[in-house]
């Protein structure tokens, strides 16, 4: 079995090659503003026409000018002429066999509704080149960069229809598609999935007889696993069913599950640059997108029944680890608790995650009871592959190492040898074999990236000066990027900058991380269970108590089974529960040092579901002893207590005692009581389409008028813009609140009187023509939309952008 399975895979990976050709080149071209010389080409390869479905398009580079461009061959069958549309959010230009057909290069405010034009193509051949070049502001986008994007060509009886994914191809240097190219291109591609589907089954074979092994070995916990299967697969068909059914756009690509598709369709393509951003995700959904195709709902059912199986193999092996009736318990756990439901039925990179680490507690029994050479290199290839969908996993590779070397000291009677240093070897090695590929093709594309690019910008957005622990793009965040980008600097440097600039703080950030693994409720920037679970699936509702049913109390479960655990373990099992342990508290740590969102930290729950089971049984099988457990259940309370004051309190705002030295003093005296007394900018090169920094310094104005009412409410806000020095209507200004710009978002209500608040301000220099401008400080009354003008703190020049919105689309002319 184990040989066809290899011959199958090599069948497979001749026949990679092999992958139609179909779909876009998407290039994204990024220049940073201090040099015309410093130009970056960032190939994302190729795409089908099926991802501008309704869709946005996203990026995520550290440069502030961009132009997007879509390059591609469609197929007409006979010379003709049609109208076409294009959907857009930007200034656009579509090239047709390298005339300009369309133009527009008036860009869109922000969050503004998307433009459709219209116009006309003719072609003279079988096929026509088909170009567009998309430029994008990120003077007014808090994001990198998403717009949406769809071209549609209108029928005989005036209807519009989108043009079908069959006829768009790659573009080719040596040869047009024709009608046969097209039928070779099929051929190609059936031959690559029965390759993969062969692949598959041999491995699905292979792990079959297994299972079957340890049906025969263990038929009650084999039993109880396949209970817990059934159980979890019905729930999660449930709810899809019932999102569906409350919301057909379920199915459409939205959020970021559109990047991780594309990038999969795109590697189908052809294209060896577009695993960039947690490639394991997207070889998951290449597997599933060639096995399947490319219907969402086929491939969504497929990812809720691998999140099942997960649930069936957490039940087993938290079975072999603590008993039966802890197998129990893990399994109804699994199959019910909300947010795992929700996040096993999205294709979200959480889903394959979830699955993989949940085989860690059978993992690390096999370990602890011997026999160990082949779980190494097992259990290195597990890591490795949940490495590849999140490189936070790579901390686990310690507890598995820990289980290795604590089985071989503590078991008395082995049939092998006490050292553990063979199967560690084959645990690395494991480990390597699957990192390896990745690593090699990333050094191969200049990605500056060992295993996932978006790890840096992600520990950028959670280590900066104005971060909360979670995603958000802050002031912060957008000037380190600038200052990253600026100075060459690596993400490296960068963090250490913004540790040097305030060092308590950003210890006290990293405790309010920790704090945010257990209080942290599912919020997230990609997805909302919040939105998309529980309002839309009432089975979801009931099962979780509308929400109530959440991680504090899965954390609170898990602290105490791990304390009662480790409390009473007898010395030869003890090596697995302390590995399991370890890897909660790694897995957590590794986490928090990024950043914490509900869909990111979910991996820890098949990680903590054991113990929370465990703690469970203990305490109701022993309910006469329950003192004897009540110091490890304090303890766990007061844990769960510490770590919520650290993400409620933490970190503290910081006072100043004088005026930096690098700032411009001034003496400003706002209605409400508060005087700024200072300013910085970091910027000394503003450009149009780029950013401004500026830090402000506030001053306690005295008794009674800090601006806080009896109800600890501020009053008044700030209103902070820029304008043209000779136009009379202004930027769009920034409306803010002094002390809601450094994390926690309240005002400072004990102001100690004489002492200096800063605080940083990012302001976007909306894209147009080189001028003067000037940075404008008032204060709003009543509603916000009467400002009262104060002073005009600062007038400069600022330059054009270095790259034209026209050179993406003439630089192939």
């Not at 009931?542 to 959440?550: A, V």
Request: net charge neutral; hydrophobic share 45%.
């Amino acid at each position: 079995m184990a040989v066809a399975a290899v011959v199958m895979g090599l069948v497979a990976l001749w026949a990679f090659r092999l992958g139609p050709p179909n779909g876009l080149k998407r290039t994204s071209y990024s220049q940073a503003a201090a040099t015309a010389e410093r130009r970056v080409l960032y190939e994302l390869g190729h795409w089908p026409w099926a991802y501008l479905d309704n869709a946005s398009f996203g990026y995520t580079d550290m440069h502030e000018c961009r132009a997007i461009e879509l390059e591609g061959v469609v197929w007409q069958g006979a010379p003709g002429r049609a109208r076409w549309r294009l959907l857009h959010m930007g200034g656009a230009e579509v090239f047709v066999d390298g005339t300009s057909v369309f133009r527009a290069q008036e860009l869109l405010p922000l969050r503004s509704e998307p433009q459709v034009d219209e116009f006309d193509v003719e072609w003279d051949g079988e096929a026509l080149d088909l170009r567009m070049a998309i430029a994008v502001d990120p003077g007014r986008a808090d994001r990198f960069g998403h717009y949406r994007v769809w071209l549609e060509e209108q029928l005989d009886d005036g209807a519009w229809r989108r043009i079908p994914e069959h006829r768009l191809y790659a573009p080719s240097p040596a040869a047009r598609p024709t009608a046969a190219s097209a039928r070779s291109d099929r051929w190609r591609h059936w031959t690559y999935r029965v390759a993969a589907f062969g692949f598959l089954l041999s491995l699905g074979l292979l792990v079959l007889h297994r299972l079957l092994g340890a049906a025969r070995a263990r038929p009650a916990l084999f039993t109880i696993g396949g209970v817990a299967f059934v159980a979890a697969a019905t729930v999660r068909a449930l709810v899809l069913f019932q999102q569906a059914a409350s919301e057909p756009s379920l199915w459409a690509l939205a959020r970021q599950t559109d990047n991780y598709l594309m990038f999969a369709r795109a590697e189908l393509a052809g294209s060896r640059s577009a695993l960039l951003f947690s490639p394991g995700t997207t070889w998951w959904l290449l597997a599933l997108t060639e096995l399947l195709g490319p219907d969402l709902p086929r491939m969504l059912a497929t990812s809720a029944l691998f999140g099942a199986l997960g649930v069936g193999v957490l039940a087993y092996g938290t079975g072999r680890m603590f008993g039966r009736s802890a197998a129990c318990v893990a399994g109804a756990v699994g199959a019910l608790y909300g947010p795992l439901v929700y996040y096993q039925t999205t294709l979200q990179a959480v889903a394959p995650l979830t699955t993989w680490l949940s085989c860690l507690p059978l993992l690390l029994v096999g370990l602890a009871e011997g026999r160990t050479r082949g779980k190494g290199l097992f259990g290195g290839s597990l890591i490795g592959a949940a490495a590849l969908v999140r490189p936070t996993a790579l901390a686990l590779l310690p507890a598995i190492l820990w289980a290795i070397f604590r089985r071989s000291t503590l078991n008395e009677v082995e049939r092998e040898p006490r050292s553990g240093g063979t199967t560690a070897a084959l645990l690395i090695l494991g480990l390597l074999a699957v990192l390896l590929p990745q690593v090699v093709a990333n050094h191969a594309r200049n990605v500056p990236s060992f295993i996932s690019a978006n790890g840096p910008i992600n520990l950028l957005i959670g280590n900066n000066r104005d971060s909360d622990g979670t995603y958000g793009l802050t002031d912060g965040f957008k000037e380190a990027r600038s200052w990253k980008v600026r100075n060459g600097h690596s993400t490296a440097e960068q963090l250490l900058r913004e540790f040097r600039m305030d060092p308590l703080r950003a210890v006290e950030l990293q405790a309010r991380k920790v704090g945010l693994l257990v209080t942290l409720d599912e919020a997230s920037n990609a997805i909302s269970y919040e939105d998309d679970g529980l309002a839309r699936s009432s089975l979801l509702r009931l099962l979780s108590w509308d929400g109530r049913i959440g991680m504090p109390l899965i954390a609170w479960w898990g602290m105490a089974g791990i304390l009662m655990e480790l409390w009473r373990r007898g010395r030869g099992a003890r090596a697995a529960t302390e590995a399991l342990a370890m890897c909660v508290v790694l897995y957590g740590l590794s986490t928090a040092i990024v950043l914490l969102e509900g869909r990111i930290r979910a991996p820890l729950l098949p990680l903590l579901i054991p113990f929370v089971a465990s703690g469970l049984v203990t305490v109701v099988t022993r309910a006469r002893a329950w003192l004897d457990w009540l110091p490890q259940l304090a303890a766990a309370g007061a844990a769960t207590l510490g770590l919520l004051w650290c993400a409620e309190e933490l970190p503290r705002k910081r006072y100043l005692d004088a005026l930096p030295s690098d700032a411009t003093p001034v003496d400003i005296r706002m209605e409400n009581g508060l005087e700024l007394v200072g300013w910085r900018m970091s910027s000394s090169l503003p450009v149009t389409g780029g950013y401004l920094h500026l830090d402000f310094f506030w001053r306690y104005g005295g008794p009674g008028a800090s601006g806080v009412s009896g109800d600890g409410a501020w009053s008044p806000a700030i209103w902070l813009g820029l304008s043209r020095a000779d136009a009379e209507k202004p930027f769009r200004p920034r409306v803010l609140k002094v002390g809601d710009r450094t994390y926690p978002h309240e005002p400072p209500v004990d102001w100690p009187e004489g002492k200096l608040l800063s605080e940083g301000y990012y302001l976007a220099i909306p894209r147009g023509e080189a001028g003067r401008i000037e940075i404008e400080l008032a204060e709003v009354m009543g509603d916000g939309r009467s400002p009262v003008r104060k002073q005009v703190l600062l007038a400069m020049d600022v330059e054009p952008p270095e790259v034209p919105f026209s050179a993406a689309g003439a630089a192939k002319k």
